[in-house]
């Protein structure tokens, strides 16, 4: 059966269309086939083009993270979803939120809900990391730095230094060891780059 090829073949739970064409090929009328697939759970849909298997088919758990690279991109994750990755907040992100070359856009997928939001060039090539998960592929997500620069750069209220921490700590509830243990040379990258007042802050506390 042309799913169990496809199942030896992918490493994580994801694929795309031209993948499962592939696999198809022999089949008279391929498009036909799928939806039957998905009629039947063998497969499901989460967005155009991008599909993953049913839990029938399943070794593990979907990575949200790869997942969100795929959706929409270039992309990395970052935002609240980051910080609470890194245990910088207690409070996990009701959506898998992330930064994008391109306009902001949501997705509502079988999996979860994706956010993007838009950020220029610049912005986005600073302070990226690469993370490999055995057996699902890898991802971009934003270091502890940057994931904190992207959500204090969505403030438009002018803060004093005492009202910032205060705001981060209490209003946020980011972890307060998190915050001393970040690191300064990486903060200083970041902010020549997104000459934000808040962002520039984040070194002095």
């Known amino acids: 059966m042309f799913l169990q090829a496809l199942r030896r073949e992918v490493r994580g739970e994801l694929f795309d269309y031209q993948l499962l064409t592939h696999y198809l090929r022999d089949v008279k009328y391929p498009r036909a086939k799928i939806g039957r697939l998905l009629k039947s759970g063998e497969i499901i849909r989460v967005k155009k083009g991008l599909y993953a298997f049913g839990e029938m088919w399943r070794k593990g758990s979907i990575s949200l993270e790869v997942a969100a690279n795929l959706i929409y991109g270039p992309s990395c994750i970052s935002f609240e979803y980051a910080l609470f990755r890194y245990g910088m907040i207690a409070d996990r992100a009701v959506a898998v939120t992330s930064l994008a070359i391109g306009r902001a856009r949501e997705f509502e997928t079988p999996i979860g809900t994706f956010r993007y939001q838009s950020i220029d060039k610049n912005k986005f090539s600073v302070g990226i990391e690469y993370r490999e998960i055995p057996g699902e592929g890898g991802f971009f997500i934003a270091s502890r730095e940057k994931a904190l620069a992207d959500v204090v750069s969505r403030i438009k209220t002018p803060l004093s230094l005492a009202d910032f921490r205060f705001y981060l700590i209490e209003e946020m509830r980011i972890d ?10 990486t903060m200083k990258e970041i902010g020549l780059i997104y000459h934000n007042k808040l962002v520039d802050k984040l070194i002095l506390l």
């Open 176 to 185: 307060e060891e998190s915050l001393l243990s970040l690191d300064k040379q």
